[in-house]
């Protein structure tokens, strides 16, 4: 009977694992299949032939000097919003452990606010907080002493617009974070806190040596769930730079792709940096899953 | 994320499914249109896709007149007319290629898109109805260009846009100063008011406001592209388009446009600046007279031609506009045919202009509406004047959604880079775009 217990959790699996297969295999295969194609308006028209280009779609990828530049760029600032965001996330969950029902009801209440803004509408009012003509931001520091922000263009410097939106981004993005860690905090039990708080252990103590390690398996979802999701990061830079920036300075990966390509039709390009950005996130996620398990952690 | 589930298990799992799912799909190429060849049938239904406009009802009213007309003229002959929204006409249009079989007959395109739409394969050849429509004959030659690819005719054009010279009366006469007749008078004027009302921009301008830019380039002279044989080469670097493009920028600075401001407007912006008082001055499109006259500016405004660099020139404008096209998969060619001159025969124009302000492209129909409503009389001297186009290739729509000209702008409006190699940059680009499209 060995055999059919071995076969047995397939059997049961096969109905997701078609599901699976047809929903993001298929199409990660189309992707892949097209970024060595020529196939651009023209193609998918069949104005003229499809005709296979190797790996000419990536040549010309790494030849071009600016994809170089935006692909350093965005591992850079994604790498910032997820440290931003972890950050926020996790300091404002201990937060929420910590008061009482009424400023905790608040607190969830606003961050849940803002996770239920979509992308487009909280850009917008970002930009309008932070406009040199009518915002907000830029009157009250000026009121607070500080005459340099009078009219000031958040947007026009490159560092300036960047760190606006990654405030945005980490605005969007923590309640996920502040919740699910919340609800691990919520799960260690109280026992093994009180033992450590009655050993003379500080907080910050309790939090490195008790709390954060029954975490980890929180920590590492919460973290690969923000790697991915501020490596694509579209709709703020593309609404808040307008596009991409003052001649590209704030352009990352996706809005790029974006513009090279599908603005102009050519999907074999952008289904070129769709796989290098795919090829990216995936020796991420394996290289920290990797770190992970080398440390001994099961997840 | 359970427990027990080692990733390496997972990983050689989703690998092995993959490779699965590939091998039993090989040979399964992305999807090509058959763009089957239309037929000429002389009744049934015809579809035809127009732009959703702001206000959209004054057009469809003209519009729905045309095509009852065109009913009563063709038995058997239905129209079905769809208004999309323009935003997503892009994919709307290019799912149409894809897909003849859910294609309209006849579409409502803009005229920077022909090259682009023939390369695909989706425009219809009509070279000859043309030639041998009598009213076609007065057709103004820029909007002729607009629908002319390598010597073929891909549509009929509908109406052209035009962008000419703002400005406020009131400041005008408050500091004494008369609109300007040259660039360098342009240029002067924009500073003096910036000087003497620091809280208004002289001439509102914008980093990213290609076709405001562009008349500043052809009036000194200068050109995108230039062609030779069937080939485009870029002449954005040449030393007549470098001293256009220095004019342009040579406005953004702390004396009218502070680039920290402007550097990253469009022109829906800096006509906006315009129509709500903070700037004395914008380049504006006649399709801009509604906004501008919903505004704070309103009744306190006029418009003149955008002047050239000489005294008593006009600075070519770039001949926007839309233009209306048959489809090549089209069933009823004839019937698409004769509806596309319907739609855009003088009488329709005539009327889309009385009731939506969209420049007629017929030279004398144009003349006509002018004595009608003066306000329009600025930019028909413009048009009058000779306008310009953006080259008519497929390449455009590259360099187009690739910001090649704003990026040139903004890298010289915030001091990144010289004029020279900002202008350099941009030809390399462009002249690559131009080999990528043939």
């Known amino acids: 009977m060995r055999t059919h217990s071995r076969w047995t959790p397939w059997i049961y699996l096969a109905p997701a694992l078609v599901l699976l297969g047809g929903l993001l295999l298929y199409p990660v295969y189309q992707l892949g299949l097209i970024s060595f194609l020529e196939y651009t308006q023209a193609q998918v ?17 790494f030849r071009d000097g600016q994809f170089r530049e935006v692909l350093l760029t965005t591992v850079l600032f994604a790498a910032a919003c997820v440290l931003a965001t972890l950050a926020t996330g996790c300091a404002l969950a201990v937060l929420l452990t910590r008061v009482r029902a009424l400023p905790r009801l608040a607190l969830m209440t606003a961050a849940l606010g803002a996770w239920a803004t979509p992308a487009v509408t909280g850009s917008t009012v970002w930009l309008f907080l932070f406009d040199p003509d009518f915002g907000p931001v830029d009157k009250l520091l000026t009121r607070l002493g500080m005459s340099g922000f009078d009219g000031y263009s958040w947007t026009y410097d490159r560092y300036s617009a960047f760190a606006l939106v990654l405030l945005e981004v980490v605005w969007c993005s923590f309640p996920f974070v502040m919740v699910t860690v919340y609800a691990g905090i919520r799960a260690v039990p109280a026992e093994v806190l009180e033992a450590a708080a009655l050993d003379g252990a500080s907080q910050w103590r309790i939090w490195r040596a008790v709390t954060a390690p ?61 796989v290098v950005m795919l090829l990216i996130l995936l020796a991420v996620t394996l290289a920290y899953l990797r770190l992970l398990r080398s440390q001994g952690e099961e997840i | 994320m359970t427990p027990s589930g080692r990733p390496s298990g997972v990983v050689a799992l989703l690998t092995a499914a993959a490779l699965a799912t590939a091998a039993a799909l090989t040979g399964c190429a992305p999807s090509t249109s058959t763009g089957a060849a239309g037929g000429d049938e002389r009744t049934g239904l015809l579809r035809v896709w127009l732009f959703r406009e702001v206000d959209n009802g004054p057009k469809a009213a003209v519009v729905g007149k045309a095509v009852a007309a065109f009913a009563r003229e063709h038995r058997g002959a239905r129209v079905d007319v769809t208004y999309i929204p323009v935003e997503t006409r892009a994919q709307r249009i290019k799912a149409a290629f894809n897909d003849p079989r859910s294609a309209p007959d006849v579409i409502e395109y803009g005229n920077t898109d022909t090259a682009g739409y023939v390369r695909d394969g989706g425009l219809a050849d009509v070279t000859a109805d043309f030639a041998a429509w009598p009213e076609a004959r007065d057709t103004d030659p820029a909007a002729r260009r607009s629908v002319t690819v390598d010597g ?216 006509e509406a ?59 680009k462009m002249n690559s775009a131009f080999r990528a499209a043939g």
């Open chain 1, 214 to 274: 029954m975490l980890r398996p929180i920590l590492v979802v919460v973290t690969l769930q923000s790697v991915i999701w501020d490596f694509k990061v579209f709709t703020q830079i593309y609404v808040m730079t307008n596009g991409g920036g003052i001649a590209g300075q704030n352009l990352t990966l996706n809005v790029y792709a974006y513009q090279k390509a599908f603005a102009s039709s050519q999907y074999s390009l952008g289904s070129a940096i769709g």
């Open chain 2, 152 to 367: 073929k005719v891909y549509g009929a054009p509908l109406f052209v846009g035009v962008r000419a010279l703002y400005y406020r009366t009131d400041v005008f006469r408050e500091l004494g100063l008369r609109p300007p007749r040259t660039q360098a008078e342009l240029a002067e004027t924009a500073r003096r008011i910036h000087r003497e009302r620091p809280d208004l921009y002289g001439l509102a301008v914008g980093g990213s406001y290609t076709y405001g830019a562009l008349p500043f380039l052809w009036a000194n002279g200068g050109a995108l592209a230039e062609k030779k044989g069937r080939k485009y080469t870029a002449a954005v670097d040449s030393e007549a388009a470098k001293r256009g493009i220095t004019a342009y920028t040579g406005l953004f600075g702390e004396h009218n446009c502070p680039p920290a401001k402007c550097a990253q407007l469009g022109g829906n912006a800096t006509v906006e600046a315009f129509a709500s008082g903070r700037a004395a001055m914008a380049i504006g499109g006649d399709f801009s007279h509604r906004a501008v006259e919903n505004g704070k500016a309103a009744g306190r405004y006029a418009v003149v031609p955008l002047p050239g660099a000489e005294e008593g020139s006009i600075a070519p404008a770039f001949a926007g506009g839309n233009n209306i096209g048959v489809l090549k998969s089209s069933s009823h060619r004839t019937l698409a045919v004769e509806l596309m001159r319907t739609l855009t025969g003088k009488r329709t124009q005539s009327e889309l202009f009385d009731a939506m302000g969209f420049l007629p492209t017929y030279t004398d129909v144009r003349r």
């Open chain 2, 370 to 428: 002018a004595r009608r409503q003066p306000y329009v009389e600025p930019f028909v001297r413009t048009l009058s004047a000779g306008a310009a186009f953006v080259p008519v290739t497929p390449a455009w729509a590259a360099i187009d959604a690739g910001q090649v000209l704003p990026v040139m702008f903004q890298e010289i409006v915030s001091g990144r880079r010289s004029v020279d190699a900002a202008a350099s940059a941009a030809a390399k």
């Open chain 1, 45 to 61: 028209s069949g104005g003229r032939p499809t005709s296979f280009q190797g790996f000419g779609n990536y040549a010309a990828l």
